[in-house]
C-alpha cells in the first residue's frame, strides 16, 4: 500500500518511522535500506516499509505485511499482503501521524516567522 508524504516533509524519515515503533532494516543482499515494525515478540508477521520515489520526484512509502519468513533460499517470497485490514489500520495510523506531524512543523515554522528579534530573544 502507498502512503504519500507532503512535499514539504522536512522530519527525518527515519525518526519519524522510529517514533512510530519502527526499526531500520538493512538487506545486505539487495543493499537496501527498509522498516519493520514487529506485530509480535517473534520476527514474523511483521509490518515492513521502503521509501520510494516516483517519476515525478513525490516521495511515498510502501507499506505490506510480512506473515513468515521466506520458504527458499535466496529468494523474497514471503507470503506478503499489500492489503486487508491490518495494512489499512496500519496505512491509516501512519497517514494520521504523518499528518500530525506536518502540521506542528508548519504551525512551529510559522510562529518563529512572525516573531521579531526581540521577541525570539526574548522568548516572548
Same mark, same amino acid.
Given at each position: 500500500?502507498k502512503?504519500?508524504l $507532503?512535499?514539504?516533509f522536512? *522530519? ?7 517514533? &512510530? ?6 538487506? %545486505?543482499?539487495?543493499d537496501?535500506?527498509?522498516f519493520?515494525?514487529r506485530?509480535t515478540?517473534?520476527?514474523? $508477521?511483521?509490518? @515492513?516499509?521502503?521509501i ?5 520526484g513525490?516521495?511515498?512509502? %510502501?507499506l505490506h505485511?510480512?506473515?513468515?519468513? $521466506?520458504?527458499y533460499?535466496? %529468494?523474497? +517470497? @514471503?507470503?506478503?499482503?499489500y492489503?486487508?485490514?491490518? *495494512?489499512?489500520?496500519?496505512a491509516q +495510523? ?6 500530525? %506531524?506536518h502540521t506542528? *512543523?508548519?504551525?512551529? &515554522? +510559522?510562529?518563529? *516567522?512572525?516573531? &521579531?528579534?526581540?521577541?525570539?530573544l526574548?522568548?516572548?
Amino acid at each position: 500500500m502507498k502512503i504519500l508524504l $507532503p512535499d514539504k516533509f522536512s *522530519v527525518n524519515i527515519r525518526q519519524f518511522l522510529q517514533r &512510530n515503533g519502527y526499526a531500520s532494516h538493512l538487506q %545486505t543482499k539487495l543493499d537496501r535500506l527498509s522498516f519493520i515494525k514487529r506485530l509480535t515478540s517473534d520476527n514474523f $508477521p511483521r509490518f @515492513h516499509i521502503y521509501i520510494e520515489k516516483d517519476l515525478r520526484g513525490k516521495n511515498y512509502l %510502501t507499506l505490506h505485511l510480512d506473515q513468515k519468513k $521466506p520458504s527458499y533460499e535466496g %529468494t523474497h +517470497a @514471503h507470503s506478503g499482503e499489500y492489503d486487508g485490514d491490518l *495494512v489499512r489500520n496500519e496505512a491509516q +495510523a501512519l497517514q494520521k501521524s504523518i499528518f500530525q %506531524t506536518h502540521t506542528l *512543523v508548519q504551525n512551529d &515554522n +510559522a510562529e518563529v *516567522v512572525k516573531k &521579531n528579534f526581540f521577541q525570539r530573544l526574548f522568548h516572548k
